[in-house]
């Protein structure tokens, strides 16, 4: 066992520094940074404009205002905008786990070395979230910084559930982005195919309302943005938990498989 997580422990160490030492992980945490600036700023000003048109007109009809949970619509408005930049920006990051080991050919030295296909799976599947999260400390910050001046304050849990829900989606299409990377040594296909899979787990809340009936509830269900709006809406519910974690494990599974069958090639 012991063996085991030295092994874990050795596939992580190597892929956190080649993140960090990756000037094209720079960009992309550049740009995702860029974005969710952008986003928020721009939500934050339309909110404010909003809310002071509404104490307004409130206002001219002689009535209190009304109570408004303004930091609630910042939160979810903002984080529903970011689910979609995480849409565009995880396979760009899951592109290059195996599919660069595949392009220098360093993937036949994992494939026949004494580590087992699961410890190099999650390695790999722990060093990019590692880096991932690298990416949303700096924006859960400016979050907390403007969300500590409402009033009444903002609950904690609420705030760490959304972000929670944030990275258990970014954890499933990472995953299984890993598990495309793993079929093609070039980069670009991986990102691309990652992306319409994920685009389709993402959309499948639509498609299952089109189809309705049972089959409609179980594609309904499969839908990522189902499971993540739970979350941004402060409901902490076991089967999204569940599903996640399902998508997390099939990922991880699928790439041990990929690496075993390489491995047989091989041999």
Not at 89 to 108: D, F, H, Q, W
Not at 142 to 167: D, Q
């Amino acid at each position: 066992m012991s063996l085991i997580f030295s092994n874990l422990f050795a596939i992580y160490k190597k892929e956190i520094q080649g993140y960090f030492l990756s000037p094209l992980a720079y960009v992309i945490a550049g740009i995702f940074w860029l974005i969710c600036g952008i986003f928020f700023v721009v939500i934050l000003q339309n909110l404010l404009d909003q809310l002071a048109q509404f104490d307004s007109q409130q206002a001219q009809l002689g009535g209190p205002p009304s109570p408004i949970d303004a930091a609630s619509l910042l939160l979810q408005n903002f984080l529903g905008s970011i689910g979609i930049v995480v849409l565009v920006v995880m396979p760009m990051l899951s592109m290059g786990l195996y599919a660069e080991e595949r392009k220098r050919g360093t993937l036949e030295l994992l494939a026949t070395c004494p580590v087992t296909n699961w410890a190099v799976a999650l390695g790999k599947l722990l060093g990019v979230l590692t880096f991932f999260l690298g990416m949303l400390l700096p924006i859960m910050l400016y979050e907390a910084i403007v969300l500590s001046v409402t009033e009444p304050p903002f609950p904690p849990v609420l705030f760490l559930l959304s972000h929670l829900g944030l990275f258990l989606m970014a954890a499933s299409i990472l995953s299984l982005g890993m598990f495309i990377s793993s079929l093609t040594d070039s980069t670009l296909l991986s990102a691309i195919f990652t992306f319409v899979l994920v685009l389709i787990l993402w959309i499948f809340q639509g498609i299952g309302s089109t189809a309705g009936g049972n089959l409609g509830d179980i594609i309904s269900h499969l839908s990522l943005l189902k499971h993540y709006d739970n979350f941004i809406n402060g409901v902490l519910d076991s089967s999204s938990v569940i599903l996640f974690l399902t998508y997390i494990l099939t990922g991880i599974f699928l790439t041990a498989q990929s690496i075993e069958t390489f491995r047989f090639q091989r041999n």
